[in-house]
C-alpha cells in the first residue's frame, strides 16, 4: 500500500514527514512556501495517521519500508528529507538504510537517542473522547481539557477530529495500535547506523528534546551535522516560529 501525501509543486522533490499523532496537513502552509522555491513538497501521512493506511504492525523499521515503497512508486531520487520528531526519527533510519535515495537530511527536535514513554496522558485523554455523546469539537476539547491543560497542544491534538459519517466524529490515527505501540516512538537509531552527507539538525530553545548531551550523540551517526536552535519554539518548532524555522531550511537547502 502506497502512503497518503499531498504533493506541492514542481522540482527536486522535499519529502517532509509529521511527528506522532500528527499528520501531513499539519505542514500545507510550510509546504506550499517550500515549494515556491522550487521543490516538489511530498506532505506524506505515516502510517496510522492522517489519511494512510492501518496497521497492527508499528515500528521504525514499517516507517522506513513504507517509505521506500512510496520513493519507489513515485520515482524519486535524490530527495531532501525533512522529519518532525517521530518523523525524524523515520528520516534518520532512512537515510542511514538508503543513503542513495537522500541528497540532504533535517530533523526536527529529536536526538537519535532513546526517549522514555511520555504521552501517556495524551492518549489517556484521547480514548476518553466517546464520539456517542460528543458531537463537536468544543466537546471534545472539553474532555480533553482534563488531560492536557496546553490549548495549544489540544488544538495540534484534535486537528485528528473528522465526520466519520453525518453527525458522528471520529479521530484519523489509529489509537488502539498507537497505544500499544507507543515504546517503539522513543526507540534509538541503532548504533551502528551512520549517515556521512550533509545534516541539519533544528531544536526549539524551549524544547528539551536536544540537550548538550545529545551534540556527541548526533555526531557519531551524522558527522557532517550542523544544529540550529530556533528562538522562542518549543518542541513544535515549526508551528511555534515557522518564519525563522523556514529560513534556517531553506538556507540549507538552497
Request: proline share 3%; hydrophobic share 40%.
Amino acid at each position: 500500500m502506497i502512503l497518503h501525501s499531498n504533493i506541492i509543486g514542481e522540482g527536486k522533490p522535499l519529502v517532509i514527514l509529521h511527528g506522532f499523532l500528527g499528520m501531513s496537513d499539519n505542514w500545507k502552509t510550510l509546504g506550499k512556501q517550500f515549494s515556491d522555491f522550487g521543490f516538489q513538497v511530498h506532505l506524506v501521512d505515516q502510517r496510522n495517521h492522517g489519511r494512510s493506511f492501518w496497521s497492527n504492525e508499528f515500528n521504525y523499521e514499517c516507517l522506513v519500508e513504507d517509505l521506500k515503497v512510496y520513493c519507489n512508486h513515485y520515482q524519486l531520487e535524490d530527495i531532501i528529507l525533512l522529519g518532525h520528531s517521530m518523523g525524524g526519527k523515520t528520516a534518520m533510519l532512512f537515510s542511514t538504510l538508503y543513503p542513495e535515495l537522500v541528497s540532504k537530511l533535517l530533523v526536527a527536535d529529536i536526538s537519535p537517542r532513546f526517549y522514555p514513554i511520555h504521552h501517556d496522558l495524551i492518549l489517556e485523554g484521547l480514548s476518553a473522547l466517546n464520539f456517542d455523546e460528543i458531537q463537536s469539537r468544543g466537546g471534545a476539547d472539553s474532555v480533553l481539557s482534563h488531560y492536557v491543560s496546553d490549548y495549544g497542544t489540544r488544538q495540534f491534538l484534535l486537528k485528528n477530529l473528522y465526520w466519520e459519517e453525518k453527525g458522528r466524529l471520529g479521530l484519523r490515527i489509529n489509537l488502539e495500535v498507537l497505544k500499544q505501540e507507543v515504546g517503539e516512538v522513543g526507540e534509538a537509531l541503532p548504533a551502528f547506523a551512520t549517515f556521512d552527507k550533509s545534516v541539519l539538525f533544528l531544536r526549539g530553545d524551549r524544547s528539551e528534546y536536544i540537550g548538550i548531551d545529545d551534540e556527541n550523540i548526533i555526531l557519531n551517526h551524522f558527522p557532517q551535522a550542523k544544529i540550529v536552535t530556533i528562538a522562542n519554539a518549543g518542541h513544535w518548532l515549526h508551528a511555534e516560529n515557522p518564519k525563522d524555522f523556514f529560513e534556517a531550511v531553506i538556507k540549507f537547502v538552497l
